[in-house]
């Protein structure tokens, strides 16, 4: 092997050893390369290891080493080289990570035009990803971010750099979750996890989105697994940026968790990382996450000198997304503490989260915007009436929380993180109302079929009151803490007709033990079943042949599957899927039947003979009727063993 292709490979080594998080490593081959670059005095080669060297310093948060790198990188890289390509992003990528974000877009503009110009796709799918990520995504331009990142994404598939592949997935991830499209960030976590290495970068990003993905979905114990795993995965590979997500993490799982001394403290540990590096962005969402640690605390004072540390930091940089983030709670603070102030921070906060297309941000800090909303509404300042006014008509246009709805063995709702209480659903027929918008085609009815079902032996002129009642009371018990003038997302009211309207990422038991008996899929739909449906409507009308198709559908799904079962070999599972069915229907005859066979498999005769027996009396005492013939051939051939 040449010297050159020596040199190459150890750079090649070095990347990869970057990637999978063992940094050091990476710094030694990039090291090494340079060393034998510079003794073959091989200037391309030195400048190729210095941006490799650079690159791992990054990781680090050596910025100030990384950007000494990349200047002798750039004055030893040909004009037209992919060395000299790697050097501008490298610098693009320190420049926006010390703050300031002109000379970072400028940086990684020329990186991705030079990468363009001599065909280098490795540094053009990087060039577009860390401008996705290090300028555009921090602004809160989310549209742009996702653009450059698919385009990264397909140039790297398109030219089989699947190595290249994780940053803009991640990148992708992040946005979707940060703009509450749980769905499509889960999509694409889904294609991440497939490209990343185990404790790589990569890894403790994957585990802290869906940690923060359980979180908001009100899943405590899955959600702190996984921060715990992205702390693991930190204090492993030493990657700055790890640590800084897994101490906010920490943080945030144990607010959530009612335990704010814990996260007051992982907060100060992010902030600390962070103040060693410079890097202000990150300062300033360990302020806000610390700010909000103490104001769980009662230190208000404390949280408010925070927050606006934290709005100092982002400014500067035009980071939109959260300095709306950092407004907004400090508006809902200053309320808090009766400040004079607060109106003109809430109509700053809500220019900018309308002009950011960041409503989405109101609904997830719906119990402190909500307030602030109403009061602004009722203000005798024009200005603050019309920002508020805005934001609401935004506001309508934002998807709201998924809905989690269980129907088997009685109501469980669950509105994003928030499980409904479920006396709610037992107030003014809110809960039948939604049983009968679960069972209508396209979760759509007439207000007349409402009354028909619900109030057939009412007094006419109730009627129209007992049905706004009704309406008013399920939208008040999916979203309590909407605004008067705001429009129910879940519960529309329109042309004599009530619709459920179920947002992305939405599921309903029922539905899906349906959509996988349809499908033949009967384990599948079993495990659905973990009840009647509806059992407090018993004796509803509109509950009761829905109740019973979907039993016998069960009854059916639990025979097909014993059949199976019996079939593997699995006798056990076989003989508790037919008992299964006969505590329901205790004379099913092909229960019987099967339930006998699989007894027989076990050499569990007198179990067999018992199944006959209990059927032989039902079948005899309640329909004066014999078992089928082949039920009768079985139980004799065993008398006769």
Known sequence: ???????????????????????????????????????????????????????????????????????????????????????????????????????????????????????????????????????YMPRGQFALSLALDEEALKIARDRGLQELTWGPLLTMSWVHWLTGQSHLAEIRLKELGLAISSGSLGDGYWHFIQASLALEAGEIEAARDDFKKTLSIAEANGITENLHIAYLGMSRINRAMNDAPAALAWASEALAIMDRTGYHHLQGLALIERGRASWSLGNLEVAETDLRTAIERLAPQRLEFDLAIALLLLAALLRQLKRPETTAVWREAAVRLVQGGFAFLVDRERALSFPLIIAGLNSSDKSIVDASTALIEHLQRVPPPPLKITTFGGWRVQVGGRVVDGQALRQRCSGELLGLLLISPAHTISSDQVIDALWSDKESNAIQALFHHATSTLRRALEPDLPEKFLSRYVVVSDGQVTLSLPPSSTVDYEKFTSHYRRGEWGAAIACYCGEFLPQYRYADWAISQRQWLAQDYQHALLEMAKTWLAEDRAVESLDACRKILAAEPWHEQAVLLGMRACLRIENRPAALRLYKTLKKKLNDE????PQTELETLYRSLLKK
């Not at 329909?623 to 014999?626: A, D, K, V």
């Open 623 to 626: 329909l004066g009727i014999e």
């Open 1 to 135: 092997m040449s010297a050159a292709e020596e040199i190459t490979r150890l750079i090649e080594e070095s990347r990869s050893l970057e990637r999978s998080g063992e940094v050091a490593a990476a710094i030694q081959r990039a090291k090494q390369a340079l060393q034998l670059a510079l003794a073959q005095a091989d200037a391309d080669g030195e400048a190729e290891a210095l941006n490799a060297l650079a690159y791992a310093h990054i990781r680090l948060g050596h910025y100030d080493q990384a950007q000494h790198l990349c200047a002798q990188a750039l004055a030893l890289a040909g004009g037209e080289s992919p060395a000299r390509a790697e050097a501008l992003l490298n610098s693009g990528i320190c420049a926006g990570e010390t703050d300031n974000m002109p000379a970072s877009e400028k940086f990684i503009l020329q990186a991705i035009d030079l990468s363009r110009q001599i065909g280098s796709d490795r540094i053009l799918v990087r060039g577009l990803h860390s401008l996705s990520c290090g300028n």
